[in-house]
């Protein structure tokens, strides 16, 4: 089956710093691939979506200059939390699809704690 | 705007008990309709889907029937076991944009 690589699984970083999440189709191409956030008992909260080779598009009160989205090919989308700060900590999850309304494929997302 | 209603849990069940976890939809136009499960320690899955009006998506015996008329899309298992035991999202897609998740329920199944 399709699978999505999310890495790295957890990380902690200082306040300040900047970090990136790799998310990966590994047997698949993926068209379009999004990026959530996840807080606490929370349900997931779409941030953006990202096609190969364009501008990711962002929802509304998600910053785009702190997030930054790349999706280089169609197999590997980033996202790098720039200037990191506590309140960024949270749980991020990927995921990627072929085309049109095919399944979501999941990573396993990433915790982020940012001290 | 397009949004998702689902039931708030946690749902606690015994073995072989019945199972519902509502989901209600508002969108306009005709929207697809998901289920998606996590296990503990493991990432997102699909569930089942369905992407028009009286669609049945079924899968680990599992269903759920979008049902246009009363805007919902409840998922249903007729005896849950122990390794049911996830949390469940239920999920709305519109025009391959808008893309909406519901809080997710939370099932704890025991033997």
């Known amino acids: 089956g399709a699978v999505v690589s999310q890495h790295p699984s957890w990380v902690i970083c200082k306040s300040g710093t900047s970090v990136k999440i790799e998310c990966r189709s590994l047997?698949?191409?993926?068209?379009?691939m999004f990026w959530y956030r996840q807080f606490p008992k929370q349900s997931l909260m779409l941030m953006a979506t990202?096609?190969?080779?364009?501008?990711?598009?962002?929802e509304q009160g998600v910053e785009k200059d702190k997030f930054l989205i790349n999706h280089a090919s169609l197999t590997l989308s980033t996202l790098t939390v720039t200037s990191a700060h506590p309140e960024d900590s949270s749980f991020y999850i990927c995921?990627?699809?072929?085309?049109?309304?095919?399944?979501?494929?999941f990573g396993n997302g990433t915790r982020l704690t940012v001290t | 705007g397009n949004s998702v209603t689902q039931m708030e849990g946690p749902v606690t069940l015994s073995e072989e008990a019945f199972l519902t976890i509502n989901c209600t939809y508002t969108?306009?136009?005709?929207?697809?309709l998901f289920w998606y499960v996590q296990y503990p320690g493991e990432g997102l899955q699909l569930l089942l889907k369905?992407?028009?009006?009286?669609d049945k998506g079924s899968n680990k015996g599992f269903e759920a029937t979008y049902r246009k008329e009363t805007t919902s899309f409840h998922l249903e298992k007729g005896s849950v076991q122990v390794s049911d035991s996830a949390v469940y999202f239920c999920?709305?897609?519109?025009?391959?944009?808008?893309?909406?998740f519901g809080k997710g329920t939370t099932l704890s199944v025991s033997s």
């Open positions: 047997d698949f191409q993926a068209t379009t």
């Open positions: 999920e709305l897609e519109r025009a391959g944009t808008a893309l909406i």
């Open positions: 369905a992407t028009k009006a009286d």
């Open positions: 990202s096609n190969e080779g364009s501008k990711a598009t962002y």
């Open positions: 995921s990627a699809r072929r085309a049109g309304y095919s399944p979501l494929h």
């Open positions: 969108a306009t136009g005709y929207p697809s």
